[in-house]
């Protein structure tokens, strides 16, 4: 019986930890070892994991997460919630105790599920922190944060966070020995190579459309280019979400008269982003920003808002420009200034993929997360 790591990601509708979470299991799938992964739902990952063949299965465990934090209330609810899934962990370790589990891997921050599995079978926990919660998804720790990361670091072996602002947030004196910070990995891609200076500037933003992620910003910035007689440009929109609120933003969209620079493309599974000029992060929150690192693994130029991780991937007038947190003229001033000059925007392309190669390649972060698993669970 082969040995396997049982993952545990409350992630289920395909966005970058699920792919994050894929890059580590195919690394293990060559180092001989197995893998299955519980998700508390159905989504669309079940594509992803049904097209690379990873074994799966839906547990419907409970977050120790909210929406909403109300004292008193959110506690008790959040007491329950763990106690559903102590009940759970003590069925599902019964039907698993005699497979060659050799430990248990956390892949997100949102539940306590993965914790009480190790506990009940006796094997080593790596927990790998992909979220700040409050800041990026607007979640609230049911029993408190100071407890929550204090039961975390308390039963973990290993914990991942994957950006130095992510680490600085969880880091405390019971956990400096067991933290380490180890950034997301992108696959390799052909570089750009197209800079055409008669073409007009195609920018693009990828991922999950909500109010968190500012695409309402970046259309503000639009209706400032338009003040300013700055034309040659479009926009893609590439991702879906809150069905209200993309109906808002076309609408808007409308209404500022944008609908020749502005293209709402919805969920793609395969981006062809060789396609862009440049992609655009306005969050302000990012815990680590995957996309932006997509980006540079394609040769585009970047611009991103220079809070969370994202300063961590941009350097500012090196890989890419950064802009002021939620200020639509400046983000309007650094997209004029990639429109006019596409030499820069090659030169940003070239730079910024060079730094993907040496920090972001799916490689360094497969190589860097296997030691961690090979440590952990004593493979070696």
Excluded at 186 to 202: G, V, W
Excluded at 244 to 255: A, F, G, P
Aim: net charge positive; with cysteine.
């Amino acid at each position: 019986m082969k040995k396997t790591v049982l993952f545990v990601s409350c992630s289920w509708m395909g966005y970058g930890a699920d792919f994050s979470l894929m890059s580590i299991i195919e690394k293990l799938k060559e180092e001989g070892i197995d893998s299955i992964v519980y998700i508390p739902r159905h989504g669309r990952v079940e594509e992803y994991f049904k097209k690379k063949s990873i074994k799966y299965k839906v547990i419907p465990y409970k977050t120790w997460t909210s929406s909403k934090f109300i004292p008193i209330i959110s506690n008790i609810y959040g007491l329950y919630k763990i106690f559903k899934n102590i009940i759970l962990s003590k069925r599902i370790s019964r039907e698993i105790k005699n497979k060659k589990i050799i430990g248990i891997y956390s892949n997100t921050y949102t539940d306590c599920f993965g914790i009480l599995l190790a506990r009940r079978l006796g094997v080593s926990h790596i927990q790998h922190i992909r979220e700040f919660g409050k800041e990026d998804f607007k979640r609230h720790y049911d029993i408190g944060e100071k407890l929550t990361n204090n039961i975390i670091s308390k039963n973990s072996e290993s914990i991942i966070c994957i950006s130095d602002c992510v680490l600085d947030k969880h880091k405390t004196k019971n956990n400096e020995d067991k933290i380490v910070k180890i950034y997301n990995g992108i696959p390799m891609k052909d570089m750009k190579s197209d800079y055409d200076s008669n073409k007009e500037t195609c920018f693009v933003m990828v991922g999950r459309i909500s109010e968190l992620k500012r695409q309402k910003l970046l259309i503000d910035a639009c209706v400032v280019l338009k003040e300013k007689g700055i034309t040659g440009y479009t926009v893609h929109f590439i991702g879906d979400g809150d069905e209200k609120y993309i109906r808002k933003l076309k609408q808007y969209v409308v209404e500022k008269k944008l609908q020749d620079n502005i293209i709402f493309a919805g969920y793609q599974t395969d981006i062809d982003l060789s396609k862009y000029d440049i992609g655009i992060m306005c969050s302000p929150a990012e815990a680590f920003g995957r996309v932006t690192a997509e980006y540079m693994s394609c040769g585009l130029a970047v611009i991103g808002a220079s809070g969370g991780a994202t300063p961590e991937i941009i350097s500012d007038g090196k890989t890419g420009l950064l802009f002021k947190i939620d200020d639509e003229k400046d983000l309007a001033e650094k997209m004029s200034t990639m429109i006019k000059n596409k030499a820069l925007v090659k030169k940003y392309g070239i730079s910024g993929y060079n730094k993907y190669l040496k920090v972001f390649s799916e490689k360094v972060y497969q190589n860097n997360i296997y030691n961690i698993i090979s440590k952990t669970y004593h493979l070696s």
